[in-house]
């Protein structure tokens, strides 16, 4: 069992930043590809990022490119989403998630999942 806590979201006008972080809480972090989702009111839940699992390998989401960035400290058994020119279509529940071995942008690839941090962002 992997248990995943997020931290970092919160309210930031548009053109804002947060940093989100995801502590997972096993010693094998190194075993395990992560993302980032999110999902707002009313919508599916979406892929954000992913990365594998020594760091080399990312993925995004167009509307994300080039705005977001992934991460992890292996050492620290921590994966963060620096997320920078905040829009308001980026408000959401995000989530982040461990999947076994291989990167994915799916969802319901992933095995494990956080109880999510909301991001709010005003106009």
């Known amino acids: 069992q992997v248990l995943l806590v997020e931290s970092g979201g919160g309210l930031v006008q548009a053109g804002g930043s947060l940093r989100l972080s995801c502590a997972a809480s096993?010693?094998?972090?190194?075993?395990?590809?992560m993302g980032w989702f999110r999902q707002a009111p009313g919508k599916e839940r979406e892929f954000v990022a992913a990365i594998s699992r020594s760091g080399g390998n990312t993925y995004y989401e167009d509307s994300v490119k080039g705005r977001f960035t992934i991460s992890r400290d292996n050492a620290k058994y921590t994966v963060y989403l620096q997320m920078n020119s905040l829009k308001p279509e980026d408000t959401a529940v995000y989530y982040c998630a461990a999947r076994r071995v291989t990167i994915s942008t799916i969802w319901n690839e992933y095995d494990y999942w956080g109880q999510g941090t909301q991001v709010t962002v005003s106009s």
């Open positions: 096993v010693n094998t972090f190194t075993f395990y590809a």
